[in-house]
């Protein structure tokens, strides 16, 4: 058992990679197999080469917070989520990203922006790292963004954050971005309200 007074934390580690292929250049993203040292052996790890993304916990004056719904082909679901989109344009950055993506995916811009958390998706699986940024002190788009595939068909659900962390802790909400981000940004309205 430790007995350090310093908070936990993910640790980045370097290992020595003998050996990498790309399996499978996709559309979105690919797939690679690393051969490496770790511990006395080599082991070999495939996992989806991801170019990282951005999301937005959009909330109201109300403390309402925005959901969409879309569906996502892996899952076979139009699951709830909250606006997100790749880290897939040269040079931008995750919170310019998470700007555009509230512009393109719900035609909305905000004046206020904060930084939440950033949490890897799916370690075992991929190197996904999303970014999640509260945006408030909202306003639309000057002109709406045309829409298409499975963005064609989004619904909108303007919902109390208290009744979408409730929707988390139930299980009718399954997406982890979304859970992520409600649950930190009802833990940041919290905060800023004992503040006041």
Same mark, same amino acid.
């Given at each position: 058992?430790?007995?350090?007074? &310093?908070?936990? +934390?993910? $640790?980045?580690? @370097?290992?020595?990679?003998? #050996?990498? !292929?790309?399996?499978? %250049?996709?559309?979105?993203?690919?797939?690679?197999?690393?051969?490496?040292?770790?511990?006395?052996?080599?082991?070999?790890?495939?996992?989806?080469?991801?170019?990282?993304?951005?999301?937005?916990?959009?909330?109201?004056?109300?403390?309402?917070?925005?959901?969409?719904?879309?569906?996502?082909?892996?899952?076979?679901?139009?699951?709830?989520?909250?606006?997100?989109?790749?880290?897939?344009?040269?040079?931008?950055?995750?919170? &310019?990203?998470? +700007?555009? $993506?509230?512009? @393109?995916?719900?035609?909305? #811009?905000? !004046?206020?922006?904060? %930084?939440?958390?950033?949490?890897?998706?799916?370690?075992?699986?991929?190197?996904?790292?999303?970014?999640?940024?509260?945006?408030?002190?909202?306003?639309?788009?000057?002109?709406?963004?045309?829409?298409?595939?499975?963005?064609?068909?989004?619904?909108?659900?303007?919902?109390?954050?208290?009744?979408?962390?409730?929707?988390?802790?139930?299980?009718?909400?399954?997406?982890?971005?979304?859970?992520?981000?409600?649950?930190?940004?009802?833990?940041?309205?919290? $905060?800023?309200?004992?503040?006041?």
């Amino acid at each position: 058992m430790s007995t350090t007074s &310093e908070p936990l +934390r993910d $640790e980045a580690v @370097e290992v020595d990679v003998v #050996e990498t !292929d790309l399996v499978y %250049s996709g559309h979105v993203w690919d797939v690679r197999s690393d051969t490496f040292r770790y511990g006395a052996g080599e082991i070999v790890r495939q996992y989806v080469d991801h170019p990282g993304a951005a999301a937005v916990v959009a909330v109201d004056d109300a403390e309402r917070v925005l959901l969409i719904q879309q569906y996502r082909h892996p899952i076979r679901h139009r699951d709830w989520e909250i606006p997100a989109g790749l880290l897939d344009v040269e040079g931008e950055s995750p919170l &310019e990203t998470a +700007r555009r $993506e509230l512009a @393109e995916e719900v035609d909305l #811009e905000a !004046d206020r922006w904060e %930084s939440l958390v950033s949490i890897f998706t799916t370690p075992g699986g991929n190197d996904e790292i999303v970014h999640l940024f509260l945006a408030r002190d909202l306003r639309p788009v000057e002109q709406a963004h045309a829409r298409e595939e499975e963005e064609a068909d989004i619904r909108q659900e303007w919902m109390p954050l208290g009744r979408a962390v409730e929707g988390v802790l139930a299980g009718r909400f399954r997406n982890g971005i979304l859970a992520v981000g409600v649950l930190a940004a009802s833990h940041r309205l919290r $905060e800023d309200a004992a503040k006041d």
